[in-house]
């Protein structure tokens, strides 16, 4: 089970500010070991934000991301007590949706 | 040579008017990289898991760890991070946070605290130590330091900090004080902060935890400390032992007065 994103959304003259972190590892693949064996990849694969149930962003990422990766947006015409939620998806089929409030 | 004349003092301008277009110093491009890192600090996730750990029912003993005494009574977390280390009376010694976050977890939760010390930093319970020592430091966000030295073992324990600081050793042969000794000195892009006095707000020990981007690890002070034993080519120091504790007095009784910026971000 995967740890929890921590998403801050601000609203501020028409848009919120939506910042998000995530826990994950993002192994790129190229890594060894200290046996000298190859870390898997492991990596998330696509990102999507929605605003009240409405998608407002997707974006495909690689394993050029780094490990607990920060994402930063705007969405226009968003205000306080929206609820914007985000969701990531990794190599490994693994998902996780985490959701906040527009302040 | 007249006809070379004016050429040079063109050279000679061109060279005084570099400094003046507002260049940016290596330091201040730093600085703004670490502005920029800061907004998005993963220190913060760390942060999130120790908080669910402290409220959590955990070990063999299914207990939280609501009832942990770490300075300022049971279940008090604001604030005890700028008193830390000091002398509890249920060990009878003097403990930094994270000795005393292992205590509590072998009290109240019935974890083995010598097994936990035994755990490599970022593995198992090791890593919840951090992640909970994280947590604590963050709600003493912005205090200042102030470090209690009225028990005769706490001024012992500086007294022996101080000693340690100043020990040189290893194939190297240098001691803390030979880095942290002076003002002005860096490594690399690095300042290094004077830590035989106060280094200001958020320098030095007011800095740890703190998550490192280049390794994408959260860094507890026990394992700084490790890493400043390991540059010395020391051995690395027991987890918890007396001497890092006494290093850690040293640094905070020094840092009195400096504000805490923990959990931070670096490199």
């Known amino acids: ?103 | 040579m007249k006809t070379v004349f004016p050429l040079s003092i063109a050279a000679a301008m061109a060279l005084a008017l570099t400094p003046a277009m507002a260049q940016k110093t290596a330091s201040q491009g730093i600085d703004e990289y670490r502005a920029m890192l800061a907004d998005g600090n993963p220190a913060e996730l760390f942060e999130a898991k120790g908080e669910d750990l402290w409220k959590k029912a955990r070990g063999p003993k299914n207990a939280s760890l609501e009832k942990c005494d770490l300075g300022k009574g049971p279940g008090v977390v604001k604030g005890v991070f700028v008193e830390l280390p000091r002398f509890f009376a249920d060990t009878q010694r003097v403990q930094d946070l994270e000795s005393r976050l292992a205590s509590c977890m072998e009290m109240l939760q019935g974890f083995n605290a010598a097994e936990i010390a035994k755990t490599p930093f970022g593995r198992g319970e090791m890593a919840n130590v951090t992640s909970l020592a994280t947590w604590v430091s963050a709600e003493s966000k912005g205090l200042k330091f102030n470090l209690s030295q009225s028990h005769t073992q706490e001024k012992t324990f500086y007294e022996v900090g101080k000693r340690l600081f100043f020990q040189r050793g290893g194939t190297h042969d240098f001691s803390c004080a030979s880095c942290h000794g002076e003002e002005g000195k860096r490594i690399r892009l690095q300042d290094l902060p004077i830590l035989t006095k106060s280094p200001g707000d958020g320098l030095g020990f007011a800095a740890w935890p703190a998550y490192r981007v280049s390794n994408g690890q959260m860094w507890s002070m026990q394992l700084r400390l490790n890493d400043c034993y390991r540059q010395q080519r020391f051995p690395y120091p027991g987890f918890g032992s007396d001497a890092t504790i006494a290093l850690s007095t040293y640094l905070g009784v020094n840092a009195k007065g400096a504000a805490s910026i923990a959990p931070a971000i670096k490199r």
Not at chain 1, 38 to 51: C, G, H, N, R, S
């Open chain 1, 1 to 103: 089970m995967s740890d929890p994103m921590r998403i801050r959304a601000q609203a501020t003259g028409g848009k919120a500010t939506v910042r998000v972190l995530m826990s994950h590892e993002m192994e790129s693949g190229q890594r060894k070991d200290a046996a000298g064996k190859t870390v898997p990849a492991w990596f998330i694969q696509e990102v999507t934000a929605t605003l009240n149930g409405k998608q407002v962003l997707s974006a495909e990422w690689g394993p050029a991301v780094a490990k607990n990766p920060f994402m930063q947006f705007n969405i226009k015409s968003a205000k306080a007590g929206d609820k914007v939620a985000v969701t990531w998806k990794d190599n490994k089929g693994e998902t996780r949706t985490d959701e906040a409030t527009v302040s």
